[in-house]
């Protein structure tokens, strides 16, 4: 038989299905993954019933329903004051991890290099490959996973059409603060470069600390192609309901590409989230308080057992250093608290291609049950 393609010939499985599949293996609790552990609101699935019950089960248009792009611009207009035209600069995907594909394949030529700034979400490096593009790292050092402008601006060549950043940030928690976005913008701006700002955990911010997202700023709104997605924002990340804000053109572009890749997404889902982002502002109070009363008592437990790190403002994970409790690296220590300690985690070196500070963390995931984190830190008492 003919080999696969050589496209995907140096694809591993994802660290997120390996880890689950040892947390189910070993019986661990799983802080691996990022999902709840619990169900999204009950409103929300009813209303997804009544969808299917009132027929919206045929394929719904190849952008997105009408109803869904809609609320998706009327929620940037009113959260952000920003405009996207619902016909010509929104579009529907399955899931944030679509839209990444997509966009990617709707920009990059082969040769065309992209920044991707390392701790990273998986899917960008493997997208990029697959569109013939070439990712290039910059670092986010520890321990305030900051960038150092020099380095990013060194990364950039003739060849660079797109930078890749991801605010709130997974894994390490990170809110980028304003001065820090507007000199990643001066860059790509100076450059000439798109940018995709991955802002799936938008409403994931703690602290009184708000998300800016990257269009808002000066001279940002042509060139940023926004990505978000229903699934973190309900806890239903099942669902599998992502979308694309860019301008008309770049909108054209990941249409061409998305009616080739799934067509449509799902119509019952679709009318649902859109019920579901009208009543964005009534649900946001509750939803930020439940994630920020776990990321506080997890963090108080970890701190308990010796880990000493900065208190994440956004997401729903933490980049937890290990240097003090282990003199194995990520991986290792992963597996030893798996097999040993019975609680699943993350080894972030998988989110690196170059810089190995990876190796001194791992990412926990606080969504989960009250009694799982418990469960959790009872295993790992007395490390
Ligand atoms: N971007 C980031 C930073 C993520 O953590 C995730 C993972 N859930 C995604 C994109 C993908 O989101 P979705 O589940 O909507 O595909
Ligand atoms: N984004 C989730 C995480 O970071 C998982 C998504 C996936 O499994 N692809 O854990």
Redesign the pocket.
């Known amino acids: 038989m003919k080999e696969t393609a050589l496209r995907i010939a140096d694809f591993k499985d994802s660290i997120f299905g390996v880890i689950s599949r040892l947390a189910r293996e070993n019986q661990a609790v799983n802080l691996g993954q ?2 709840p552990d619990f169900d999204g609101p009950d409103w929300l699935k009813e209303i997804a019933f009544k969808k299917m019950q009132e027929g919206h089960n045929q394929y719904a248009p190849f952008h997105g329903t009408p109803n869904l792009r809609q609320e998706i611009s009327n929620y940037y207009q009113k959260f952000y004051q920003l405009n996207y035209n619902p016909e010509s600069e929104v579009t529907v995907t ?7 594909y997509v966009v990617i394949n709707a920009l990059i030529n082969p040769g065309d290099e992209v920044i991707v700034l390392e701790p ?2 998986d ?1 960008y490096v493997a997208s990029i490959k697959m569109a013939g593009g070439i990712p290039v790292p910059v670092t986010m050092h520890a321990p305030d996973f900051s960038i150092d402008a020099k380095e990013l601006e060194a990364a950039i060549t003739s060849k660079t059409k797109l930078l890749i950043l ?1 605010n709130p ?3 390490t928690g990170k809110v980028w603060t304003k001065e820090e976005l507007i000199s990643v913008s001066q860059l790509a701006i100076k450059n000439d470069l798109y940018l995709l700002s ?1 802002e ?2 938008e409403f994931l911010v703690f602290d009184g600390n708000k998300h800016i997202p990257t269009a808002t700023l000066e001279g940002m709104m042509e060139r940023t192609i926004t ?6 924002t309900f806890g239903l ?1 099942g669902w ?3 979308w694309i804000c860019a301008n008309q053109k770049v909108s054209h572009a990941c249409r061409l590409v998305h009616q080739y890749v799934t067509f449509a997404v799902s119509t019952p889902m679709q009318e649902a989230v859109a019920e579901g982002l009208k009543k964005l502002s009534d649900y946001l109070p509750g939803f930020v308080e439940l994630y920020k009363g776990k990321r506080d008592t997890f963090y108080i437990e970890m701190k308990k057992l010796g880990f000493d790190f900065p208190l994440p403002k956004g ?1 729903y994970f933490m980049m937890v250093p290990i240097k003090k409790h282990t003199d194995l690296n990520d991986v290792d220590f992963a597996m030893k608290l798996i097999k040993e300690r019975k609680v699943a985690t993350v080894p972030p070196s998988a989110f690196y291609l170059k810089s190995a500070e990876g190796q001194g963390y791992l990412r926990f995931c606080f969504a989960k049950k009250e009694e799982t984190l418990k469960s959790a830190i009872q295993n790992l008492n007395g490390l």
């Open positions: 990022g999902f399955v899931g944030a991890t679509e839209a990444i990273f979400y899917s991801n940030h997974n894994p991955d799936v955990y990505v978000s997605s229903a699934g973190k990340t599998k309901i992502g997401t």
